[in-house]
């Protein structure tokens, strides 16, 4: 079963930003498991994954780029036929985060949001190793089917 997801509460939309950008397969399945298992949209799902990501095993990387200083790095010539399209709406702080990592590491937005989903666990059920809450699941019950006959 599919859970819908929840959209945003109304009128709050109106503190986010578009976010448009080619990650992984792997990731945008990631980021749709994590949607139905919450009940909660891609953009909403990004909000809590970016507020929780540990940005400390990043530092490292910060600047050592062969771009470094000069800019962001993009994606290898060629590698781009291997990602897919994420369109969102995310809080603006959530796209302020992500575009500091992506500054400081010399990379693309795409590429920061791969490094940030692929140090986030998700267990069986699809919930990320820092979520506590209910899962969509223990909300939404299936309606029972009536007979036809």
Known sequence: MRSTRQRRTRGSGKATVALNVHV???????????????????????????????LTQTAPLAGTGPDAGSGRQRRTRGTGKLTVALNVHIDSSAKDRIDTVADALGRSQGQVLDLMLGRTDVDAHGRPDFWDGPLATDYQRELPMASSA
């Open 24 to 54: 992984d397969p792997i990731t945008k399945t990631k980021i749709d498991r994590v949607a139905d298992a919450l009940g909660r949209s891609q953009g909403q799902v990004l909000d809590l994954i970016v507020d929780h990501a540990d």
